[in-house]
């Protein structure tokens, strides 16, 4: 396994809010959204902590007293009550309350003050057709940044809640999930039931109010809810479907992922056979039995056989899936990047990203890709590790300095703790990148992090730049001479490199009773 040579830390971030398009209505029932919603001023998260559910101050199965009010520290007075929002026609419910006044409770506080819990309510209304087949109705809910729902039916029929996930972080890649109404639906009169939402506001979700010039934080929530139109028992989801690039005409990996859902019934995949001329690329199945259950979304993985190289945009091939006497065919066409000799990584954690850099250097090593000696990455190569934000601090931790010492390590990955563990670092070169002005992660934890690690070890080779001026993310944080610098000198020293100091303190977290 590689171990780390070189830190490059920058505090940096960026959100992203996705489109969302209007929701669908299926050809037989009609589903319709009231624009209003019932809304719940603020309530503190710490005050939820003891809850056992999101709305457990509040008994969704009983009618809603709207005059209700309850405790709420956010508010003038203490207590806080119900009012009123409206949706937008990009499907999008902005949901703020500047009566609240955050300037003076992140005064005290920071900006921990500002998270905020919030309850939405409004009424779906499911309308039949002419002639309706008496069959069990769901549901497909998009809901983008929420972090909880549910649905109860308005006639008062007895139903206790059960409530579903929404897609708090506006994951590019989530399904809507498909939800089985709580009581059947009348199959000759409209029929209404309550859709309550639960959205929590989370600086790192929906950004700081200071970045807009405002002190009000708003949630943005994508709500997107449908009779699916589908009719078919299995589904392609082409969202979930993960495939490598090609790189000279070779696959960088030898499998594909196919998403697949099953709307109905169990699934069984059976078969899977070329549509076109793909030649010298074959398609395969593993030998293992792959079975989808109802409402279930799996990912069935397919390796790639390659004996000539495959320049083509698209694969393309049929999978046959059988349901006791019943059997499907899905026409898979998967699109292709094709990429010269570039190679990159990028991890989500420090575990994803050594185990990412393995597989790399395993592929490289491949002799069918007949690549350059030179982008050949042989095992225990030295790496550079980069991050910003959230990744800038876990890259202080200093938990995987010496893979040798990971099982010893590997008590230590309590975040929030990087200051205690400083001396694994001295003698790693380090550059530090801070926004003087950020808005988000406080300058002086950076100043203090460089300050302890030259505190413990004077010779230390740490740099930090404060850019002045500067916020939370800014263009020129990676790009910028003194960046360049360090890269360019890590990369071309990294052989001759020897440890400065004569001892070493190795600082690792220890778990027990007292």
């Known amino acids: 396994m590689p171990y780390l040579a070189t830190l490059l830390i920058v505090i940096a971030a960026y959100v992203m809010v996705s489109e969302q398009t209007p929701f669908l209505s299926s050809s037989a029932w ?32 009983e009618p809603i007293d709207y005059q209700q009010m309850w405790p709420s520290s956010y508010a003038d007075g203490g207590l806080v009550g119900w009012s009123k929002a409206n949706i937008g026609v990009d499907g999008y419910l902005e949901l703020s ?5 955050w300037k003076s409770l992140r005064s005290y506080e920071g900006w921990a003050a500002l998270q905020h819990h919030a309850v939405l309510r409004t009424t779906l209304t499911l309308q039949p057709p002419s002639d309706p087949i008496a069959n069990s109705i769901r549901l497909l809910f998009d809901l983008k940044q929420v972090s909880y729902f549910t649905i109860i039916p308005q006639d008062g029929s007895p139903a206790s809640p059960e409530w579903h996930a929404g897609n708090i972080y506006d994951m590019e890649r989530a399904l809507p999930e498909l939800v089985e109404l709580p009581t059947d639906p009348s199959l000759s009169n409209p029929t209404k039931y309550d859709l309550f939402v639960s959205g929590d506001y989370e600086i790192r979700l929906f950004g700081d109010p200071l970045v807009r010039n405002s002190n009000v934080p708003v949630q943005r929530l994508g709500i997107r809810v449908e ?55 074959d398609i395969l199945l593993s030998d293992v039995s792959f079975t989808i259950a109802p409402s279930q979304t799996r990912i069935l993985p397919v390796r790639i056989h390659q004996t000539t190289p ?10 046959t899936l059988e349901s006791g006497t019943d059997s499907q065919i899905l026409s898979i066409s998967m699109p292709i990047t094709q990429r010269r000799l ?36 042989p095992p225990d190569t030295k790496v550079i590790v980069i991050g910003h934000s959230n990744g800038g601090q876990g890259t202080w931790s200093g938990h995987f300095i010496d893979p040798s010492l990971r099982a010893i390590l590997e008590s230590s990955l309590t975040p929030d703790d990087n200051d205690l563990h400083m001396s694994n670092l001295v003698d790693t070169r380090v550059l530090a990148i801070h926004g003087g002005d950020d808005e ?41 001479p003194k960046t360049l610098e360090f890269l360019n000198d890590a990369i071309s020293n990294h052989d001759n490199e020897e440890p400065l100091s004569r001892s070493f303190t190795l600082t690792e977290d220890l778990v027990g009773c007292m």
Do not use: M
């Open 30 to 61: 009609t589903l319709r959204i009231d624009p209003v919603w019932d809304v719940s001023v603020g309530l503190p998260p710490p005050q939820l902590l003891f809850n056992l559910s999101p709305l457990d101050y509040l008994s969704v199965s």
């Open 97 to 101: 309350f500047p009566d609240i006044r």
């Open 227 to 281: 009779v699916p139109s589908s009719t078919s028992p299995v589904i392609h989801q082409s969202t979930q479907d993960v495939s490598c690039d090609f790189l000279d005409g070779y696959a960088f990996g030898d499998a594909l992922g196919i998403g697949i859902q099953s709307a109905a019934g169990w699934w069984t995949v059976k078969a899977v056979s070329a549509t076109n001329n793909q030649t010298g690329l």
């Open 310 to 319: 495959f320049f083509g945009e698209t694969i393309t091939f049929d999978l």
């Open 342 to 377: 570039r190679l990159g990584l990028a991890g989500t954690s420090a575990r994803d990203a050594w185990a990412s850099l393995d597989a790399l250097s395993v592929l490289t090593q491949r002799r069918e890709f007949s690549l350059p000696e030179g982008w050949v990455i």
């Open 440 to 480: 988000n992660v406080p300058v002086w934890h950076t100043r203090e992090l460089s300050s302890a690690l030259k505190a413990w070890y004077p010779s230390a080779n740490v740099s930090f730049q404060e850019d002045a001026g500067q916020g939370h993310w800014y263009s020129n944080v990676l790009d910028n």
